[in-house]
Nanobody, 128 residues
């Protein structure tokens, strides 16, 4: 019913920047939580950055605060993740996920089990 397609992953040097995009297709919705996750080899998938498209409210993992920014320029834009000052530890497959409902009371947005729709991922590799 809803399909998410990520793009923008690349190989960059330490300190570089990337912009990832998440484009939904199929059924549309007026507002949603859209969250970026990442998974490195041998590690669990972790939530990185989330945005509620109705208001622009955001949540970030401590590991990326001050370096990554999730945004949507307007209602017709993709959801972006801007990755700045990239470090080798940021190397991972980055996934976009969406939840077309508000969060349960008291819940944070970075939990994997909250999301209904997932993209296939885009690879980010950071080398020194």
């Amino acid at each position: 019913q809803v399909r998410l397609v990520e793009s923008g992953g690349d190989s960059v040097q330490t300190g570089g920047s990337l912009r990832l995009s998440c484009v939904p297709s199929g059924s549309t919705f007026p507002s949603a939580w859209v969250t970026w996750f990442r998974q490195a080899p041998g590690k669990e998938r972790e939530g990185v950055a989330a945005i509620w498209t109705g208001t622009g409210a955001t949540q970030y993992a401590d590991s990326v605060k001050g370096r990554f920014t999730v945004s949507r320029e307007d209602v017709r834009s993709p959801i972006y993740l801007d990755l700045n000052n990239l470090q080798p530890e940021d190397t991972a497959t980055y996934y976009c996920a969406a939840r077309a409902r508000t969060l349960p009371r008291g819940a944070g947005a970075l939990s994997r089990d909250l999301y209904d729709f997932w993209g296939e991922g885009t690879q980010v590799t950071v080398s020194s």
